[in-house]
Structure formats: C-alpha cells, structure tokens
C-alpha cells in the first residue's frame, strides 16, 4: 500500500458512532502484537489545556535524555501531525506499512458491525510506531472523556486531567462532577493522578482516586504553579513549587492557565522520569505549540489562536490585552455550531473585522458572522477566503496594530499557510545570455519576432525575444484547492503549465507544480499579486525566487550574503577535533591558522570549542568558553567575520561579547535559549538541521523526501528564532549534511542545495572531510579530493557558502566552477 492509497484509507473512517467502550481499540492492538505493552504510556485528559500540556510534557521529558511518542489531536493540515517520536511526524513509509498491517484486523471487525473510528484507527498507529522506534514514553492526548476513550486501552504509569468545564454533555454527563468522573477513569493503578481541576470537579475526583493538585497558591494545591511575569513579548515567566522540590521557568506558552498546564507536565515528568530542575525548566522553554496564541510577527504585532469557544476567547482577549497597541485588526471565522456571538462579545475593542470561512461544510457562513461582528467592531468586511482575509488585515494593519486570527483552528491552519508554505526551485535550465538577445537555434526561434517550433506555443508578444522568455523553471509549492485551480488557470492562459495532485499531499492541500519562463513568472506574479485569495503571498515568493540578487546583504552575516559562494574556514580549538587533533588548540597556534586561512581566500572564520563527532563527550560550558573566547578576542583584528561553533547558549552568548559576529549551531536551537542571546546581540545565526549532537550514527531517522522533510523541519525553527526577535535576513540554514542522515542522503543535500533557497536565507553546506566521503576516498589524502568534489557541486548548485578545512583547495574549486569558466 503506497502512502496515498494509506492516507485515504486512515481518513475514510467514521468520525463518530454510538457504541462507547476500548474494545475495538484492544482488538487493532492485539492484531498488531500488543505495542501498548512495549512503552511506559501517560494519559492527559481535560476539557482545556491538555495539548499544551502534552506538548510541554513531551519537551521537559526529551531534554531529560528520554525518547518520546506524542499522540496529539487534531493536526492542522495532516494527521501526521499528530503522531511524532522525537519531535518528528510519523514518516510516510512507516505509516503506510502499519495501515496495511491494520486490514485484515478492520476487515474483520467490519464484518462484526465493529468498524472502528478514525481516532480509534489513529490510536493504534500511534502506538505500534512508538513501540516499532523503541520509545521510552508514550504521551496520549485522550481524545474525549476518559472511561471510554481509544487511548484508555492502555494502562498508563501517570495520567493526568488538566481542566474539567462542560462539554460533549451528549456524552459524558450533563453536569461538571459527572464529567470529572469520566475523566478521572484514566487514573493510573500505581501513581496518584495530576489534576489541574478544582471545585466540584476536583472534589468529583477525589472520590474515586488519589491525587496530587496542581493551580494558583490561593487554591492550595500540592504545586503551586503561577504565572509570576512576562520576560518578553514571546515568554513569560513561571515558578512551580512542590514538596521539596521548584523550578522557575520561562514560557512561550502565555497565560496563568499555561502556567498551571506546565506545573501538570513538571509533576508528570518528575513522575515518569525523576526529571531534574535543568530539564524541567529547559524542557518548557523549548514547547511550541501552532496555533495556540502563536506570535507570527512582532510588527505589527500578528497572532494565531484557534480558541473557538467563549471561555478560550475571555483568556485570549487577556493575553491580548497584555501588548501596547493602536488598533486591533480581527480576522475570525466560526463553526456554525459553537457559540460565536459570546465569544465575540469577548474580544477587546475591535478597530477592523474581517468575517471569513476555512473550505469547510461545518464553517458559519461569512455573512452571518459579519452580522454579529457589526456590533462590536468599527468596520466589519465580508471575504469568503481565510488567506485572503489575512492578507487584507496585515495590509491595513500599521507597525503598532494588533492582528488577531481567531474562532477556529480550521481557520488558522489556512492562514499560517502565509508563514510556511515554501516555493521551492526544482530544477532551471542553464543559460549564460542575459539582456535582449540569446542563442535560439536550439529552439529554431528568430531572435526578431520570438517565433518558432521549439517548445510549447505561447502568446505573441511585443519586441524582441530575451533568455528570460526561454529561461524555463520548475517549483513546487502545496495550495489551498481554490489557490491551485486560480493558478492553474493564469499560468495555463500565458502558456506555462500547471500540475496539480492530491496524491501524498497533507489531507487538506493540493501539492503543486508549476513550469514556465522566466517572462511567464513574472507575468504571473504581477497577476496573482491583485487576484485575491490570499495569492499575494505566492506572489512575493515568485518575485523572490525569480530575483534572488534583490536579496538586501545583512552586515551581520558579511559576504555569506553577497553574490557567489563564500568560504567560511573551520577553526577547532579542541583537543579532541576529528580532523586536526588538537593542533590549533593554543591561542597563538588558532590566530596564526586564522590569518593563514584568511590569506588564503576565506571569508569567515568559524571558531569551535566543542566536537560533534560520533562518539564525542559533552564539554561543560566554562571549558568550552575557555577555549573559544580567547581566540575570538584575539581574532577581533581581521577583516572578517568570526562565527562561534557552539550549541550552548552561555557559550554563544560570550562568543558574542567577546567579538564574535555569528553563531553557528549545529543543533537545531537545542538550547531553548539561544535564539533570545542571538536576538539580544543582534548578531547572524547559522541554523542547521540535526537529528542528534554529537552524531549518533545507530539512530538515523526514516525521511520520505530527505529534502522536503528538512525544509519543514527548518522552516518551522526559523519562525521560532524569528519570534525571539532574530531577523530573517540575519539567518543563514544549513541542511546538516552527516547530522542524523545516512552518506546517500547527505549527497542528496548538496546535490538539491539550490531547494533551499526556498526558505529565504543564505544555505551552507558543511561536508569537510566528512564520513559521507568514506566510499570515495580513492586518492587517500583523508577525504580531500571528494570533499573538493562536492565543493563545486554545491556552488554549482547556488550554495551561498561551504564550510571547510582546506581553504585554498576548495577556494580555487569555487572559482573554477563560478568564474574561471571562459574567464580572460
């Protein structure tokens, strides 16, 4: 079974049905061999609060050093999204292999009348992945209730119930105490529940298991955990007290109800895990949680939330409340069975509304809510396209507004598309003729008229043929349905080409692939620019892609942002480096190695403390700060800029002062911190993607598409680095070539580097001498000769700059390939 055929067959189930109880989620379990049994599961249950809950739990458990499966719902786009070991969704293989393993159990639970749930189905997907990669824990969102949900099948070590208030009376009980016992059902046998609940529900509770009570110190609970602050626009500042234990942490979850959902995660994980202060507070600094009060821009100031009930809109409009802003700009869209009209009557005063409606039968016609809105906003504006309606609020918005997408997380999920939809360069022929001439016997073309039999036919046009008229290129792109049929329709009518698949695509996008000139982009552009539907965004990333040279050079950054390829020169001051063993680890020894690489055409320096190489032990942070600051300070005197090489806040944060212009983290922003020291600097940031630091070459992830998958991966760490205040243009990504990917799939990075341009930043390829190199070293010179190899292809591929230990080998390289071609 191919993933499309798996990703139809997941979501064809029912929704719902009448019968209540955990047997058919057994029956699936037991035909797939019992994996509950395999991983320590934790339940979360509670009307609010228990996603971020999981999600917190997830972050301080994986950096106490455990291994994780988080169970989640819904997913915004893709069910995917709601299965992830390690922080990474449930690869496509995987998925598919355990659907088809799932076919005969459901033909034959069909054949009773037992056909399962979606959720149900879900449920055992989870589970048998988190036992085939060998989890540790399993955290399970309960999906409602407690007593009857799928994910009580298993028998958890610690659960949790973070909130109870009225909802889904239909079917757990008409009152608040009936509700709580419900949900209390996922108690575990051997360790008292965590509760968040007060009240009658918390006094419901108690009646049928012991408990530990977590809430505000004025409810005397056993862990008081309160919202004491906000350190930044993006984080507030938490303390959590326990018996004989507390940890004070910062959060980018806002709000005093977040403060008590994290001091629920801290007590599960102390649980599970005997989890320390460190990756408690650790843990919570580094949860992200789409969709949730998420801060997508900080001028003007734009948030996400997907809150679509009154209560949820009441604590909007308090973290609302907490900014400094002059108007406040509402997109909104509703179910048409909630209770839209007290949630608006939530909302602080609203300048500009935009009434709109995520593609779905179950959204509340844009009229409708407009109607409701007229009351409470000075202006009120029907668009019947959610992207479309946030494009109109942002362009209306001033520096100092205030943009607030809200009432459905359907309709967040549209309008985050804005932010991580990428428009990726696949493939461009290659043409050395610029101007208002080229060389058009290949396509028996007159340069004079542009006519000829070559290629497809496209409109007549004015004046004489350009390369860019027969430039072509390839991107591909994921669209709302509505999005890709209205390009699909202007690129068709100015004779580029447009295909369109659901095929392997996230459920709710259509995956997209457009062919064309240069002269057919641009004319695109221009077109969708005005054409609505949120298409504006899609055209500024044409234009980017079609004039990368346009791209602003970022002092910070130095040449890395100029023209061609740059070459930033390794500098190891450590003892244990892979490759020079120490050699440079004096001071004297590292400043006469910088000047000489400099001397030899590089143009960064990159000082590093610490290895990374497999097997590598951790340095603590004063060595490593030892090592590095020094070299840095005595560095200060070139004419260049100088990156740190570190995965350490503190470290970084020393670099800096001392001089330092970049940091390079080779982590994935593992120390939750750094993106706030970078941003207080205002210095460069090299992110590179990475599975494990140092490298653990027994534990390789599973990728579908080793590029496509890193570039959400990346995309998703930029958006967080950018909320810390770190400025896109200062951002260099690096794809991590040998960090978590196997020597085939490190080629396939530098082979498609130029895919990477897709995210708006420089790209580095880091491939030195590294393992990746092993079956290619031929000429015995330790991994030189391939290394060189790759060099050019990277720069032939449009990297912006690769990172190397033998500059002038690889400088001549770059030059052969981008200037010494027909040069004087």
């Not at 879900?122 to 060998?134: G, I, K, P, Q």
């Not at 958890?156 to 105490?177: I, K, R, Y």
């Not at 509304?353 to 779905?360: E, F």
């Not at 022929?429 to 058009?440: A, D, I, L």
Request: with cysteine.
């Amino acid at each position: 079974m191919d993933y499309h055929a798996a990703a139809d067959y997941l979501t064809s189930f029912q929704q719902r049905r009448p019968k209540l109880g955990i047997d058919t989620t057994a029956r699936m379990l037991s035909h797939l061999g019992d994996p509950h049994l395999d991983v320590d599961c934790v339940q979360i249950a509670g009307s609010n609060g228990k996603g971020s809950t999981a999600r917190m739990l997830d972050g301080v458990l994986r950096n106490a050093g455990v291994s994780v499966g988080l169970f989640t719902s819904p997913g915004l786009n893709d069910f995917r999204e709601q299965l992830r070991v390690d922080g990474r969704k449930i690869p496509k293989s995987l998925l598919s292999q355990y659907a088809e393993e799932l076919v005969p159990c459901i033909d034959r639970l069909r054949a009773d009348d037992d056909e399962p749930t979606h959720f149900e189905v879900l449920t055992a997907v989870a589970l048998r992945h988190f036992s085939e990669l060998d989890v540790d824990v399993a955290i399970l969102e309960v999906g409602i209730g407690g007593r009857y949900d799928a994910t009580s099948a298993v028998d958890p070590v610690a659960s949790a119930v973070t909130s109870v208030s009225l909802e889904h009376t239909e079917l757990l009980g008409e009152t608040v105490e009936e509700i709580a016992r419900d949900k209390a059902q996922v108690a575990p046998k051997n360790a008292p529940l965590v509760t968040g609940a007060d009240g009658d529900a918390l006094a419901a509770i108690r009646e049928l298991t012991d408990v530990v009570t977590v809430g505000p110190d004025d409810a005397d609970p056993d862990v008081v955990a309160v919202e004491t602050g906000m350190r930044s626009p993006v984080e507030s500042e938490v303390s959590i007290r326990g018996p004989g234990w507390s940890v004070d942490a910062n959060l980018p979850l806002l709000g005093s109800h977040q403060a008590t959902n994290a001091g629920v995660a801290a007590t599960l994980a102390r649980q599970v895990a005997d989890a320390d202060r460190d990756a408690i507070a650790a843990g919570l600094r580094s949860v992200t949680w789409p969709g949730r009060f998420e801060i997508m821009s900080r001028d003007p100031m734009i948030v996400l939330d997907g809150s679509h009930n009154p209560g949820a809109a009441a604590t909007i409009a308090d973290l609302v409340g907490r900014y400094d802003y002059d108007d406040l700009h509402l997109v909104f869209a509703a179910m048409s069975d909630k209770d839209y009209e007290r949630m608006i009557e939530s909302y602080p005063e609203i300048t500009a509304a935009y009434a709109t409606r995520p593609d779905l039968d179950r959204a509340e016609d844009p009229a409708v809510l407009a109607d409701a809105l007229s009351g409470y906003a000075d202006g009120v504006e029907t668009v019947p396209s959610v992207p479309e309606a946030t494009e109109r609020a942002i362009a209306a918005a001033g520096p100092d507004d205030f943009v607030l997408v809200t009432g459905s997380l359907y309709a967040v999920a549209e309008a985050r598309d804005r932010w991580t939809r990428l428009l990726v360069p696949t493939a461009r022929t290659r043409t050395t003729h610029t101007g208002n001439s080229f060389v058009g016997a290949a396509f028996g073309a007159d340069a004079a008229t542009g006519t000829g039999t070559g290629g497809p036919e496209r409109p007549e046009r004015d004046g004489p043929v350009t390369a860019a008229d027969v430039d072509r290129r390839l991107f591909r792109t994921h669209l709302r349905p509505d999005q890709a049929e209205r390009v699909a329709e202007h690129l068709s009518s100015i004779g580029g080409q447009c295909h369109r698949s659901d095929a392997g695509s996230p459920e709710k996008l259509v995956a997209t692939v457009l062919s064309g000139t240069t002269t057919q982009f641009r004319e695109l552009a221009r077109t969708l620019s005005a054409e609505g539907l949120g298409l504006r965004r899609v055209a500024e990333q044409l234009a980017e892609q079609l004039d990368p040279n346009g791209r602003t050079a970022d002092a910070r950054l130095g040449p890395i942002a100029d023209d061609g390829t740059a070459v930033m020169g390794i500098l190891n001051v450590t003892p244990d480096s892979f490759h020079d063993g120490g050699k440079y680890e004096a001071v004297e020894a590292a400043v006469d190695r910088a000047e000489a690489m400099l001397d030899a055409g590089a143009d960064v320096i990159d000082v590093g403390g610490e290895s990374t190489r497999p097997g590598a032990e951790p340095v603590p942070i004063d060595t490593e700060i030892d090592r590095v600051v020094p070299v840095i300070e005595r560095l200060d005197h070139l004419d260049a800029p100088i990156s740190v090489d570190t995965r350490k806040a503190a470290v970084a944060d020393a670099a800096l002062e001392a001089g330092a212009d970049i940091v390079n983290d080779v982590s994935e922003l593992a120390d939750p911190a750094m993106p706030g020291v970078v941003a207080e600097h205002d210095a460069g940031l090299i992110l590179m993607h990475s599975h494990s630091v140092p490298v653990d070459p027994d534990n390789d992830p599973v990728y579908d598409d080793v590029v496509e998958d890193i570039l959400e991966e990346l995309t998703e760490q930029i958006l967080r680095a950018e909320r810390a205040g770190v400025d896109r243009d200062s951002i260099v990504v690096d794809p991590g070539c040998g960090f978590g990917k196997v020597a085939a799939e490190s080629h396939e990075l530098i082979d498609r580097a130029g895919e990477f341009s897709a995210l708006g930043c420089p790209v580095m390829i880091g491939h030195s001498r590294k393992s990746m190199f092993a079956g290619a070293d031929v000429a015995g010179d330790d991994r030189l000769t391939p290394t060189i190899a790759a060099t050019s292809i990277a720069a032939d591929r449009g990297a912006d700059v690769v990172r190397v230990h033998d500059v002038a080998e690889n400088v001549a390289a770059i030059r052969t390939v981008t200037g010494g071609i027909g040069g004087e």
